[in-house]
């Protein structure tokens, strides 16, 4: 791969190489493309491509058909790859497109591959090393309707095979509905391991985010067992008002914790708005009350503004660039990165950086990548490991140049 170039906000929209005409129908990119835009409060880096150089250097470890979640496994030298379509498969990180790979076994008997749903997220438990303890989200059918679930197995390695044992549901979105999107389910856990988040998608049916009876539209913090977490601001409701921590979202797409507990979200927008978050208890982030973007055909939706009674984006961008997914960079490899955020982007097919300071977002980059990006994840070493969105997708390393 050549030269990446840096785009920043304000320019043309030309400059992302994408268009909403090339993606997969029902695909989470259902929003205009087009370069960033920022709100004023947000710094934007004005350097060029040439006078920074390349930020990393690019190696293809290999490709997959519809990845969608990557992560890797402490204390070993392997990673967890699922596949949108049903597939786990757990492979070598070393450096190379032929390093070996196993099919993982076990996986759940009820995944139902349709629009945006299928497998989706994978992470490890904080107690990985002693555990084995995997968690994994996908969509299943049930009451009429289908709905993200998530669930924790025990994974077992042994030779050239591996296994989910003891699989086990722990957190069913609800309601069921109709529809294939916006199921969200992505997954973190806090730094101290007591609490996991999961994000539930609006199933593009929109009111339910603002209705705190619903858990469709929402950000859940449970215990790693899957109950509703001691202290969580609504649990005097009972029901799936319990799980909730934060309410008024679309379709957040990616989910990270900075070291200090701060909770980020990456959320897609509708025609434009797509947002970064900084989520605090009992919130209210405004959708579909408020948005930086219009509904699809040019329906008018309120802006954020201090007096709507919502939190509003920490920065959002208009024309959108589909945010698919969320990593709080930790490492030291990319030194000027350590605690930003870093995600991938559909539509947009571009990597995007945005500086963290505390609760606030400062300047953003963005890199052309040519192709749309699935998910971001940072391996053991601090390299940077992205892989691709569809059919016959890259798996890529990033590590700074030399």
Known sequence: MGRLPVITAGLSTAILLSSCADAEPNAESDSAVGAASTPASADTDTSSASEDGEPFTVEEQGSYDSPWALEFLPGTEQMLITTRTGELLLRSTEDSTD????????LPEDIVVDGQGGLGDVVV????????????????????????????????????????????????????????GHFSHRLAFSPDGEHLFVTSGDRQQMSPAQDLASGLGKVMRLTPEGEPADGNPFAEEGGVSSEIWTWGHRNPLGIDVTEDGQLWVSEMGPEGGDELNLLQEGENYGWP??????????????????????????????????????????????????????????????????????????????????????????????SIWVVEDGDGAALLRLTPPD
Request: glycine share 14%; hydrophobic share 35%.
């Open 289 to 382: 009350e408020a948005s930086n973007g219009s509904h699809y055909g040019g329906g008018d939706i309120p802006d954020h503004s201090e007096a709507d009674g919502f939190a509003a984006p920490a920065t959002s961008w208009t024309p959108s660039i589909s945010p698919g997914s969320l990593m709080i960079y930790q490492g030291e490899l990319f030194s000027d990165w350590t605690g930003d955020a870093v995600m991938g982007a559909l539509s947009g097919q571009a990597l995007v950086r945005v500086d963290l300071d505390g609760q606030s977002a400062g300047e953003e980059q963005i890199w052309d990548m040519g192709a749309r990006i699935r998910d971001v994840e940072e391996a053991p070493d601090g």
């Open 125 to 180: 438990a904080p107690d990985f090393e002693d555990s084995q303890r995997v968690y994994l989200s996908w969509v299943a059918s049930g009451d009429g309707g289908t709905g993200a679930v998530v669930g924790h197995a025990r994974l077992v390695v042994s030779g050239s095979s591996a296994e989910l044992q003891d699989l086990t549901v722990i957190w069913e979105q609800r309601p069921k509905t109709s529809g294939s």
């Open 99 to 106: 390093a070996a790979e196993t099919s993982v076994e076990g």
